[in-house]
């Protein structure tokens, strides 16, 4: 499998314009990925239906929510995974979604003021399926966003980074990891 992914800090007002474009372009589901107890699957059809998009709860950009996107219709596979405590949850994952994307919105940190946490786009799989949803999402971006250092920063978080906000995959380290102004 191979491994490709794009970081960017983005606004709802940054994100949310791309993803209705996709969702114009191509039928698509998103699925809340995680371990769950049960066989419940959270699913979104569409941008719009995702709760608190382009804001965040957590200052760790790995705590924060992901979806699983594929093309809507496509069968959505679980892995069972036996705990250390004997009992089993299934994963909603990658691993065994070959036709899918991750993608992790990030946004503004609501337990802190001016703080905007990563997002990204990302793929493990080199199925033709996940390749072209990593390139449309990539493509719009990419000729949105803005590069700054390794990210790509939207129009409005671009403007927030240079009014003094954090731009930072995880608000406990170091302000010298912080995404800097160019």
Do not use: C
């Amino acid at each position: 499998m191979g491994s490709k992914q794009i970081v960017f800090f983005a606004l709802l007002e940054d994100i949310k314009p791309l993803l209705l474009e996709i969702e114009s372009t191509i039928e698509i589901s998103y699925y809340l990925v995680g371990l769950q107890t049960d066989l419940k699957i959270t699913t979104f059809h569409g941008v719009d239906e995702l709760s608190n998009i382009g804001f965040v709860s957590f200052g760790d950009w790995n705590k924060i929510d992901r979806y699983l996107v594929q093309k809507k219709g496509e069968a959505l596979n679980r892995r069972v995974v036996i705990q250390k405590d004997g009992t089993t949850k299934f994963a909603i994952d990658q691993m065994i979604n070959p036709k899918s994307i991750e993608l992790k919105v990030g946004g503004i940190y609501l337990a802190e003021e001016k703080v905007i946490i990563a997002g990204r786009v990302a793929t493990i799989s080199n199925g033709m399926d996940s390749n072209v949803l990593f390139k449309l999402f990539a493509s719009k971006i990419k000729k949105s966003f803005r590069v700054i250092d390794s990210f790509y920063v939207g129009p409005l978080a671009e403007v927030r980074l240079k009014k003094g906000w954090r731009l930072v995959a995880n608000t406990k380290l170091a302000r010298d990891f912080d995404l800097k102004v160019q």
